[in-house]
């Protein structure tokens, strides 16, 4: 009988699944944080983790371990390592939470072009003669460059396309012949950037920034950026300066360097920047999909019938590892 350990709050109906799943026990820790489960790992032959991190040393601690399922689809937190030198597959829950990420990335798009902000806090403080300053911009014929042209970003692309905005991809991993349709394909992403009204970001983590203070230097002043894909892909620091200045003219920024960012974030206090966080993926409609695929996949992997797409680590072990008998 395998033991389950899920790790992080759940949206009831996945643990509705697990009650009503045959032959499975499970201790359930709401609190997302590392040394909340560490305790339960001893017992554990799978884990349904949230976004906190699963380090080598708490790896270490499930001898039993044979699958790790995240609720959702990154795992940089994950030492996808420690577990391939285990044989321990990691699950992801494939494309459940495009749509909400991809309505995110355009709301934030329209409050920064639309300076939601700026105008909130002018109503709020009685200044209504703010609106005579015509700040704001339309969206409708701009240029939009989305950087990462998979799933989320295609369906932005169809969003924008709604609004009227020209769109345009710049996605190093995918082919030119393997383009989809949605957008124009920019080979050049200096060239891209210098064109681009707004530029909304949906590409994995690197190992540094793609949007640096050279190339946000290069945008229009009128530019404004989007980020809901990685914390790390955008320079804060030069972000800010470059808003402050008006070198720029807005941000919405919904995932950061560092979670949650500092008291003292150099965002703060920019009122062309739009900040919400890291909660893009987590609409009700998707954290019930999210957490009924994640637990789905430990039940199909004991079961021998996990989608093998869905396991980001296969090539490490060699397809994916059977659950010993």
Request: net charge negative; charged share 20%; aromatic share 4%.
């Amino acid at each position: 009988m395998p033991h389950l350990l899920v790790a992080g709050k759940l949206h009831p109906s996945g643990l509705d699944l697990l009650r009503s799943a045959k032959g499975v026990t499970f201790d359930y820790v709401e609190e997302i944080s590392e040394p909340s489960y560490q305790a339960h790992l001893p017992k554990a032959d799978a884990l349904v983790i949230r976004t906190q991190p699963l380090s080598a040393e708490s790896i270490a601690k499930a001898p039993g371990l044979k699958i790790v399922s995240r609720h959702g689809v990154g795992y940089d937190a994950v030492d996808v390592a420690a577990l391939n030198a285990r044989g321990v597959s990691l699950c992801i829950v494939g494309d459940v939470n495009s749509s909400g990420v991809a309505e995110h990335a355009m709301m934030l798009i329209l409050a920064a072009t639309h300076r939601l902000i700026a105008a909130d806090g002018a109503t709020r403080g009685g200044d209504w003669g703010w609106r005579n300053g015509l700040q704001t911009q339309e969206v409708a014929g701009k240029r939009l460059l989305i950087l990462g042209f998979g799933r989320i970003g295609q369906k932005l692309a169809g969003l924008a396309r709604a609004f009227g905005m020209r769109v345009h991809a710049y996605d190093p991993f995918l082919p030119a012949d393997r383009w989809p349709e949605g957008a124009t394909r920019e080979p050049d992403l200096a060239l891209a950037l210098a064109g681009a009204d707004a530029v909304s970001l949906h590409l994995p983590r690197a190992e540094r920034a793609v949007l640096g203070a050279a190339e946000l230097a290069s945008m229009k002043p009128t530019a404004v950026v989007v980020n809901t894909a990685r914390g790390g892909l955008v320079d804060e620091i030069a972000l800010a300066e470059a808003l402050r200045a008006g070198r720029l003219g807005g941000a919405g920024i919904e995932v950061f360097n560092a979670e949650p960012p500092a008291a003292d974030h150099p965002l703060f206090g920019i009122d062309t920047a739009v900040l919400t966080p890291h909660n893009a993926a987590l609409t009700v409609e998707c954290a019930e999909r999210m957490a009924l695929v994640s637990v789905q996949n430990v039940l199909d992997f004991f079961a021998g019938t996990l989608d093998p797409a869905l396991v980001v680590n296969r090539a490490a072990l060699g397809g994916i590892k059977e659950p010993a008998k």
